[in-house]
């Protein structure tokens, strides 16, 4: 066999899988420390796969400060391509591992609040029950965080509180759900089960931050009817439900929650629930899933089982 110099090089340049999975964990993580302990290795290990990678390539994959790291030009086109890679190996795996009896691999997707802590882990626990050589991972963040991260293919898929505007992204409905004001139990309204628009420029609010899917909902609500939420006194931004239903139950701050939160909290008197009069403010979840590559075999079997359990 005769292998020109151009063919030479490239044999040189033949990418190992495992190196490429560092890459991408500490691409995602933005620390080589965080990526060790995702995969469970050392952090020199991890520094050590990286040298080499940069060193096969010629080129350097990461620009380092003392608080991050971040992807430099050439190593964000090697994380599209690794991850398109792995995504491929992941399911050549999965397919091949039907012939041995059963589906075996691992998902790896997101949610945002609600559904991620009150509707995903038992529709997980049951589908875990049935397939149990599939590993489910859930990620929660804010709805737009979750689907970012579907468009840039770190997630399979995403179950987020707004349909997607993105033409990267399918969207198919899930759960229906209504978001609703909170108080605590002691609050003026807590007596009342409807409350109109005016009457919410006179109490202080605490939000979710920008991009969550309740916060997305309720402002689009208040636009329908002219009432800008510049004209609300936000005088809390936090980054959860619970970190809201906290900060309500603990104060005289008015919250803005999906329903499905708070039956435990008004069961036990903590917090009351009130409606606007202009009427319900309800939404839908959904899943989004890319439209430029396909789920894994897991994937697409979780998703098809996570759609029979909402039907």
């Given at each position: 066999m005769v292998i020109d110099e151009q063919g030479s090089e490239r044999l040189k340049l033949r990418l190992d899988l495992w190196q490429l999975e560092i890459f991408c964990a500490v691409a995602e993580h933005q620390s080589f420390s965080r990526a060790g302990e995702a995969l469970f290795i050392s952090q020199p290990t991890v520094t050590t796969h990286i040298a080499a990678l940069e060193k096969r390539l010629g080129v350097k994959l990461f620009?380092?400060?003392?608080?991050?790291?971040?992807?430099?030009?050439?190593?964000?086109?090697?994380?599209?391509?690794?991850?398109?890679?792995?995504?491929?190996?992941?399911?050549?795996?999965?397919?091949?591992?039907?012939?041995?009896?059963?589906?075996?691999?691992?998902?790896?997707?997101?949610?945002?609040?609600?559904?991620?802590?009150?509707?995903?882990?038992?529709?997980?626990?049951?589908?875990?029950?049935?397939?149990?050589?599939?590993?489910?991972?859930?990620?929660?963040?804010?709805?737009?965080?979750?689907?970012?991260?579907?468009?840039?293919?770190?997630?399979?898929?995403?179950?987020?509180?707004?349909?997607?505007?993105?033409?990267?992204?399918?969207?198919?409905?899930?759960?229906?759900?209504?978001?609703?004001?909170?108080?605590?139990?002691?609050?003026?309204?807590?007596?009342?089960?409807?409350?109109?628009?005016?009457?919410?420029?006179?109490?202080?609010?605490?939000?979710?931050?920008?991009?969550?899917?309740?916060?997305?909902?309720?402002?689009?609500?208040?636009?329908?009817?002219?009432?800008?939420?510049?004209?609300?006194?936000?005088?809390?931004?936090?980054?959860?439900?619970?970190?809201?239903?906290?900060?309500?139950?603990?104060?005289?701050?008015?919250?803005?929650?999906?329903?499905?939160?708070?039956?435990?909290?008004?069961?036990?008197?903590?917090?009351?629930?009130?409606?606007?009069?202009?009427?319900?403010?309800?939404?839908?979840?959904?899943?989004?899933?890319?439209?430029?590559?396909?789920?894994?075999?897991?994937?697409?079997?979780?998703?098809?089982?996570?759609?029979?359990?909402?039907?």
């Open positions: 620009d380092r400060t003392t608080r991050k790291v971040t992807l430099t030009p050439a190593g964000k086109l090697l994380y599209r391509r690794a991850k398109a890679l792995l995504a491929e190996h992941e399911a050549a795996l999965q397919e091949l591992s039907r012939f041995q009896g059963g589906l075996i691999g691992s998902v790896v997707f997101g949610a945002s609040t609600i559904p991620g802590q009150y509707l995903l882990p038992a529709v997980m626990a049951q589908f875990c029950q049935r397939f149990p050589k599939v590993r489910v991972t859930m990620r929660i963040s804010s709805s737009q965080q979750i689907l970012d991260r579907v468009a840039m293919g770190e997630l399979e898929f995403g179950v987020v509180g707004v349909k997607p505007d993105d033409p990267q992204l399918n969207a198919f409905p899930l759960w229906d759900d209504e978001v609703v004001l909170i108080v605590p139990t002691e609050h003026e309204w807590a007596t009342r089960s409807f409350v109109p628009l005016d009457e919410l420029r006179s109490q202080p609010f605490v939000f979710r931050e920008e991009g969550s899917g309740t916060r997305q909902t309720f402002e689009q609500f208040l636009a329908q009817y002219g009432f800008s939420p510049r004209r609300l006194t936000v005088v809390a931004e936090v980054g959860s439900t619970e970190a809201v239903k906290q900060f309500v139950a603990a104060g005289n701050a008015v919250g803005v929650v999906s329903i499905r939160a708070v039956d435990c909290e008004t069961e036990a008197r903590r917090l009351a629930v009130v409606r606007l009069r202009e009427g319900r403010i309800t939404r839908q979840f959904f899943a989004a899933v890319p439209t430029d590559r396909s789920l894994s075999p897991a994937g697409e079997t979780f998703l098809q089982f996570l759609r029979s359990q909402t039907r």
